[in-house]
């Protein structure tokens, strides 16, 4: 561990860098820095979501076939988050997400000019592979640089910018593409995206606390540290967390606009994807949940909140099977708010959990939660196409179920005890969708 001044704390150069202090200029400059990153991250992972439609009539095919955009990038960011949060454990933090970034914004740029579905596939993989950068080593350069006392709740307010990239792709993308094509749509994303890159470049302050890893230092080596996290039932139930529920959720928004521009709601694509909104309720959930996490510790703590989120996800999914707007929108509103406090729980207590390699216990939920978004975002596409949103809503209700149910019986209450400071946020989380 370096050795250094923390700013705004007035600590000693012979002490070790204990990170920014809240309120000092480094530690804002973290905090705008990864949620620039993650803003250019997640609104060109998910700009596409909500012009499946259009994109569906341009290259003339079918829902599903348009969803596997969707599950092509997350499919790359799966496989990469591991070798990525591996490169920096050798070559440093900012350096890593710097390539990324830049990687990123370069192939989306490219996307747009995809002359058909498997070109366009290729691309989204390759175009999602690079953006692992960013959430397999955001947390870890955070909880590195930022005062311990402090990262949780600065962890969590990277989680809420991310929220806030996905939703900005969503809504600049559709009404853009009912106005020329998707094409231009993503393309616009990707230069807004770009604007960002610059903002994170600027601002993220050089990492004080990053120590490599050699060849020759003590402990296990990364297949050690990856199969000490899978070994242990509770973080696999907590991987699992992400990929029933990060499937579902995808599911449900990639084929929202579908049953929204159809009978009886009819309403144009620039119209729907404004309820895209809804990813609001999840930037004060993913904070808000850490919090009573901690307030819970002697009532079981994360686990009480993880199974009441699951429980909140799954009456707001009940309410979208109407056919009346409002409670389809309200519906929405408390899934979305569900989801991302569980998925702010599970992402943070597993890295909390692992007695060696918190950084491949962080990049192991990374790729089961984008697995996840991968494979059964896509499948909800044939319940959907086969028994319309009643099957859609079937398929997600019992990934809920299965994901409660495992929680319920593997995670025990005492595991989700500890500090404030430790139980009260993500600070391992890679990320809203």
């Given at each position: ?404 149910g495992t929680a319920a019986v593997v995670l025990t209450p005492e595991s989700g005890t500890g500090s404030t400071a430790d139980s009260a946020g993500s600070a391992g989380s890679p990320g809203g969708p």
């Amino acid at each position: 561990m370096r050795k250094g001044t923390e700013t705004g704390a007035g600590s000693s150069r012979d002490q070790p860098w204990a990170g920014h202090a809240k309120g000092s200029r480094g530690y804002r400059g973290v905090l705008i820095g990864l949620a620039a990153a993650g803003m250019a991250t997640f609104a060109q992972l998910y700009s596409v979501q909500g012009i499946l439609p259009g994109m569906a009539r341009d290259l003339d095919i079918t829902a599903s076939s348009a969803a596997l955009t969707v599950s092509a990038a997350t499919l790359g960011l799966a496989a990469a988050v591991i070798p990525w949060s591996a490169a920096a454990d050798r070559f440093g933090r900012l350096p890593v997400m710097r390539l990324a970034i830049i990687a990123a914004v370069v192939l989306g740029l490219v996307v747009p000019f995809s002359p058909d579905l498997p070109v366009l596939l290729v691309l989204r993989f390759a175009e999602g592979a690079a953006m692992g950068g960013i959430p397999a080593v955001a947390l870890a350069y955070l909880n590195e640089e930022v005062s311990r006392v402090h990262a949780a709740v600065a962890a969590g307010s990277y989680v809420s910018g991310t929220t806030i990239g996905g939703l900005a792709g969503r809504l600049v993308a559709a009404p853009v593409a009912d106005a020329a094509d998707w094409r231009v749509g993503v393309g616009v994303v990707s230069l807004l995206a770009a604007g960002a890159g610059i903002v994170f470049m600027l601002t993220a302050p050089k990492q004080q606390g990053f120590a490599p890893l050699r060849r020759s230092d003590p402990g296990p080596g990364l297949g050690g540290r990856l199969l000490a996290n899978l070994r242990n039932p509770r973080q696999l139930t907590l991987y699992l967390q992400g990929f029933l529920l990060m499937g579902g959720f995808v599911a449900v928004y990639n084929y929202l606009g579908f049953r929204l521009g159809a009978a009886p709601f009819s309403l144009p694509q620039s119209v729907a994807s404004f309820l895209f909104l809804a990813y609001l309720a999840g930037t004060w959930s993913s904070r808000s949940a850490g919090v009573l996490a901690g307030r819970l510790s002697s009532r079981g703590g994360r686990k009480t909140v993880l199974l009441g989120s699951i429980a909140v996800m799954a009456a707001g999914l009940a309410f979208t099977l109407t056919a009346w707007l409002p409670a389809v929108i309200a519906g929405l509103v408390v899934f979305t708010g569900g989801f991302f406090a569980a998925h702010s729980i599970a992402s943070g207590w597993a890295p909390f959990l692992a007695t060696a390699g918190r950084a491949q216990s962080s990049s192991l939920y990374n790729l089961f939660y984008y697995a996840g978004s991968s494979l059964l975002g896509w499948v909800g596409g044939i319940f959907f196409q086969t028994w319309g949103w009643a099957g859609l809503s079937g398929f997600v209700g019992a990934l809920m179920a299965l994901a409660a149910g495992t929680a319920a019986v593997v995670l025990t209450p005492e595991s989700g005890t500890g500090s404030t400071a430790d139980s009260a946020g993500s600070a391992g989380s890679p990320g809203g969708p």
